[in-house]
């Protein structure tokens, strides 16, 4: 009873302070890739970055020879139609009409086995099957982020939540396989890649984004980079929980969007934008309609708003069928949308559709690559991009994420309002030797249009950021760590804000019905 509780966990992380020679085992975890039991220890061998191993219980190398000789039959047994292997919808038929005779010949191959035994093997043979095989471990690890095969000659590495690069103890040991892997992915979203097309941009049905390379564009081989969609999406709790930034700048942007004043989420490559406009988009009211427009999906909303989630599409081998950015942008404007989320603002006509957006009178958050709010500002307002800076005050203001490598931390690094006339306004900014976000100076343009739209006080306007960094850290507090659980309670706050503040004050945790 107590490994089936286990089992149900899907990381159980504990502390070890095993030596194995020069090893030393940092951390030890466990949890189930598809109903397969699946350990993993990170080891300090001594060298410049941990070595992540992972093992499955009880799959000897004697077993694995056996598996693969079965692979071959069931391959050559389950006759599939290339609609069923490319349609999303058969997927979960393609899977149950494998998972049935795989069943079938490891109970002729083991009969003396048990069913659940059976039934982990079953699995086994599915991910070697139809998924990565190798891969299909760590793309169930939910304390990675990113999962990197170089080439044939070295082993895989993944980039751990806590420990960040690591070797694996897995390897892909041809291009060939390397390559394999890349045209199955492609092939089950319509997209090649061969000698002519070498680069190639995917994702996953699980919704991780994959970038994959042919030799010799990469020099060193064949190349594939999995960047993990994450199954639990950071909400405004859990940012606060990480310390990334505080229950107070939290409640100044929530007062923000439920007032539909327009964000822009800047920052460095990974230094965790997207994850950050995710928990921004769950402040949204549930009765307004909004539109999002991203390259590959990754963003994950309360289920039960008015969503509209919409991505780009590339040509096709003809150079036809192209569905951009712009396009979707455009088309977003005609579906009468509250609110439009952009999931990167990379180009000149997009930031002028967006702020013609913001200045009808729709509220937009997007991301931006910028490392300042100044940084920002200046990108937007220079060539290329080159947007009058009198007509960026339609923008509330910058968030701008930070990530520190060498303490393997993400913050928010500034929030900054925009002025009249385009000029910035620091209103915080992270103290990296208190690790604290400082109060640099009062809003102006933001408490001048709560003053004008929501009649609201400075005084007032500090009283409301207080209750909701308070209704905040009561959600950290107790846990209330989900998209759909901070959606619900968010939503109830905006429809009946005693109910919850009577939560707060008692203390208690809020019964999600």
Not at 331 to 358: C, Q, T, Y
């Given at each position: 009873?107590?490994?089936?509780?286990?089992?149900?966990?899907?990381?159980?992380?504990?502390?070890?302070?095993?030596?194995?020679?020069?090893?030393?085992?940092?951390?030890?975890?466990?949890?189930?890739?598809?109903?397969?039991?699946?350990?993993?220890?990170?080891?300090?061998?001594?060298?410049?970055?941990?070595?992540?191993?992972?093992?499955?219980?009880?799959?000897?190398?004697?077993t694995k020879i056996v598996l693969n000789a079965l692979k071959g039959e069931l391959i050559t047994k389950v006759k599939l139609d290339i609609t069923e292997i490319i349609d999303p919808k058969k997927e979960k038929a393609v899977r149950e009409k494998f998972e049935t005779y795989a069943l079938y010949l490891l109970k002729k191959q083991f009969p003396s086995l048990s069913?659940?035994?059976?039934?982990?093997?079953?699995?086994?043979?599915?991910?070697?099957?139809?998924?990565?095989?190798?891969?299909?471990?760590?793309?169930?690890?939910?304390?990675?982020?990113?999962?990197?095969?170089?080439?044939?000659?070295?082993?895989?590495?993944?980039?751990?939540?806590?420990?960040?690069?690591?070797?694996?103890?897995?390897?892909?040991?041809?291009?060939?396989?390397?390559?394999?892997?890349?045209?199955?992915?492609?092939?089950?979203?319509?997209?090649?890649?061969?000698?002519?097309?070498?680069?190639?941009?995917?994702?996953?049905?699980?919704?991780?984004?994959?970038?994959?390379?042919?030799?010799?564009?990469s020099s060193f081989g064949n190349t594939i980079t999995i960047r993990k969609f994450s199954k639990n999406p950071w909400t405004i709790p859990v940012l606060v929980a990480n310390k990334t930034v505080s229950a107070e700048v939290a409640g100044l942007i929530w007062l923000a969007v439920q007032n539909e004043l327009s964000l822009i989420v800047a920052g460095g490559t990974?230094?965790?934008?997207?994850?950050?406009?995710?928990?921004?988009?769950?402040?949204?009211?549930?009765?307004?309609?909004?539109?999002?427009?991203?390259?590959?999906?990754?963003?994950?909303?309360?289920?039960?708003?008015?969503?509209?989630?919409?991505?780009?599409?590339?040509?096709?081998?003809?150079?036809?069928?192209?569905?951009?950015?712009?396009?979707?942008?455009?088309?977003?404007?005609?579906?009468?949308?509250?609110?439009?989320?952009?999931?990167?603002?990379?180009?000149?006509?997009?930031?002028?559709?967006?702020?013609?957006?913001?200045?009808?009178?729709?509220?937009?958050?997007?991301?931006?690559?910028?490392?300042?709010?100044?940084?920002?500002?200046?990108?937007?307002?220079?060539?290329?991009?080159?947007?009058?800076?009198?007509?960026?005050?339609?923008?509330?203001?910058?968030?701008?994420?930070?990530?520190?490598?060498?303490?393997?931390?993400?913050?928010?690094?500034?929030?900054?309002?925009?002025?009249?006339?385009?000029?910035?306004?620091?209103?915080?900014?992270?103290?990296?030797?208190?690790?604290?976000?400082?109060?640099?100076?009062?809003?102006?343009?933001?408490?001048?249009?709560?003053?004008?739209?929501?009649?609201?006080?400075?005084?007032?306007?500090?009283?409301?950021?207080?209750?909701?960094?308070?209704?905040?850290?009561?959600?950290?507090?107790?846990?209330?760590?989900?998209?759909?659980?901070?959606?619900?309670?968010?939503?109830?706050?905006?429809?009946?804000?005693?109910?919850?503040?009577?939560?707060?004050?008692?203390?208690?945790?809020?019964?999600?019905?």
């Amino acid at each position: 009873m107590k490994d089936e509780k286990m089992k149900d966990k899907p990381s159980v992380s504990k502390k070890a302070q095993t030596n194995t020679g020069k090893a030393k085992i940092i951390e030890s975890y466990f949890f189930n890739s598809e109903n397969i039991p699946v350990n993993v220890k990170i080891i300090d061998r001594g060298g410049y970055v941990p070595y992540y191993e992972v093992t499955i219980p009880g799959l000897a190398e004697g077993t694995k020879i056996v598996l693969n000789a079965l692979k071959g039959e069931l391959i050559t047994k389950v006759k599939l139609d290339i609609t069923e292997i490319i349609d999303p919808k058969k997927e979960k038929a393609v899977r149950e009409k494998f998972e049935t005779y795989a069943l079938y010949l490891l109970k002729k191959q083991f009969p003396s086995l048990s069913e659940d035994k059976r039934k982990v093997l079953a699995s086994y043979l599915l991910q070697s099957t139809l998924g990565l095989d190798e891969l299909e471990p760590p793309l169930h690890d939910e304390n990675l982020e990113e999962i990197c095969v170089n080439n044939s000659q070295e082993p895989v590495w993944v980039y751990h939540k806590k420990h960040g690069w690591c070797k694996t103890n897995i390897w892909i040991r041809t291009e060939e396989k390397i390559y394999d892997y890349s045209a199955m992915i492609g092939r089950k979203i319509g997209k090649q890649i061969n000698v002519l097309n070498p680069l190639m941009d995917a994702h996953l049905s699980t919704g991780d984004r994959v970038n994959a390379t042919l030799a010799p564009i990469s020099s060193f081989g064949n190349t594939i980079t999995i960047r993990k969609f994450s199954k639990n999406p950071w909400t405004i709790p859990v940012l606060v929980a990480n310390k990334t930034v505080s229950a107070e700048v939290a409640g100044l942007i929530w007062l923000a969007v439920q007032n539909e004043l327009s964000l822009i989420v800047a920052g460095g490559t990974a230094s965790g934008k997207t994850s950050f406009l995710n928990a921004v988009a769950g402040l949204i009211p549930p009765n307004q309609r909004v539109i999002s427009i991203e390259d590959t999906r990754e963003l994950t909303l309360p289920s039960f708003l008015h969503w509209v989630p919409m991505v780009t599409r590339e040509p096709n081998p003809e150079g036809k069928g192209e569905i951009t950015m712009l396009d979707l942008l455009v088309n977003s404007l005609r579906m009468r949308p509250d609110r439009i989320i952009v999931g990167e603002v990379r180009r000149k006509r997009e930031a002028e559709i967006l702020m013609e957006a913001m200045h009808t009178g729709h509220s937009v958050y997007a991301t931006f690559h910028a490392d300042d709010s100044d940084q920002a500002l200046s990108r937007l307002t220079n060539p290329p991009i080159d947007i009058p800076k009198a007509s960026i005050d339609a923008l509330a203001g910058f968030v701008v994420q930070f990530r520190h490598r060498r303490l393997g931390i993400r913050r928010t690094l500034e929030f900054s309002e925009i002025q009249r006339g385009g000029d910035l306004n620091v209103l915080y900014r992270w103290n990296i030797k208190r690790d604290k976000l400082d109060k640099v100076n009062k809003p102006v343009a933001i408490a001048e249009t709560l003053n004008l739209y929501a009649g609201m006080s400075y005084k007032e306007i500090e009283e409301d950021v207080s209750e909701k960094a308070k209704i905040i850290n009561w959600m950290v507090k107790h846990k209330h760590m989900k998209v759909d659980e901070v959606g619900h309670i968010i939503s109830r706050y905006y429809f009946n804000s005693d109910e919850i503040l009577k939560y707060v004050e008692k203390d208690k945790p809020w019964e999600f019905i």
